[in-house]
């Protein structure tokens, strides 16, 4: 739904953008703002009907901004902010550290205009890209989509996850040098968007797919001169239910040749052990 709920607002923007154009076109530029918007409705359509409409509306905007900046902002900051460093963070201090922080950032600046906006969304492939290409390989190549979750979701040395005092050096590495080929780029669609700095720019348009292949490639060698320990290592038991009964994952049984569901266990009354006991049976 968060995609749908997207698109239709990305098009009732639109419309309203294009028919504030018609109506207004002393405006001399494209009302993208709501607030701009409003302005231009105030101005031209100054009447008690329209500043009624004006109230409501400022007033939808300012719970929805309300809304949004706290679940999509201020709580994600705060989870990122206490997995980071929980020594000094919780969840509700991480988001009013980001609601303090926010004001020295001013991220407004960023979208007082299409190009700017434009600029903000492209920066994501900068980052995102060398990102999805170390999880590829990662994930696909080296650990053949394995994952051992007991170490996965333990905050101990002794994981395989654990790498480097807790960090994995290598991810870092060639997320930094898959992402600074991009810089320029897009520091010259930031500062001349009408200019081209020779290669800088045409590589930027093209910062996903190289930055994917270039920090997945990166990550590969490293990986190959320094390896990481067990990185095919999965549970010998399924201890959260997971993935079916273990036996399955060590490739011991079939699948068809278990009768019951994630590995459930049934007590067999009428069959005694050696001493007289129950005993379990799959």
């Not at 101990?156 to 991009?182: D, P, Q, V």
Request: charged share 15%; proline share 4%; hydrophobic share 50%.
């Amino acid at each position: 739904m968060v995609p749908l709920g997207t698109i239709i607002v990305a098009c009732v923007g639109i419309i309203c953008t294009s028919c504030a154009a018609t109506l207004y076109p002393d405006e001399g530029k494209l009302l993208w703002q709501p607030y701009a918007f409003l302005e231009a409705v105030r101005k031209n359509e100054d009447n008690s009907g329209s500043r009624a409409g004006i109230a409501f509306a400022s007033i939808a905007f300012i719970f929805s901004q309300f809304g949004m900046v706290v679940a999509s902002n201020c709580v994600v900051a705060g989870i990122d902010l206490a997995a980071l460093l929980p020594r000094w963070f919780t969840v509700r201090r991480g988001g009013y550290f980001t609601i303090v922080f926010v004001f020295i950032m001013q991220p407004w600046a960023l979208l007082n205009s299409a190009s700017n906006f434009l600029t903000v969304v492209g920066s994501f492939n900068v980052f995102l890209g060398p990102l999805m290409g170390i999880m590829f390989a990662d994930y696909f190549l080296l650990r053949k989509r394995t994952i051992k979750l007991t170490d996965l979701y333990g905050n101990s040395s002794n994981s395989i996850y654990w790498y480097t005092k807790g960090w994995n050096w290598r991810a870092a590495i060639a997320w930094c040098l898959g992402a600074w080929l991009f810089i320029p780029g897009l520091a010259q669609r930031a500062v001349a968007p009408s200019e081209v700095w020779a290669g800088w720019t045409r590589l930027y348009q093209l910062s996903w797919f190289v930055g994917c292949l270039v920090s997945g490639l990166i990550y590969l060698l490293l990986d190959y001169l320094w390896p990481m320990p067990e990185k095919q290592a999965v549970d010998d038991l399924d201890y959260f239910g997971t993935f079916g009964h273990a036996p399955v994952l060590r490739g011991v049984a079939e699948l068809d040749a278990i009768s019951t569901m994630s590995g459930a266990v049934d007590i067999d009354e009428k069959t005694p052990g050696a001493g007289g006991e129950k005993v379990q049976t799959v």
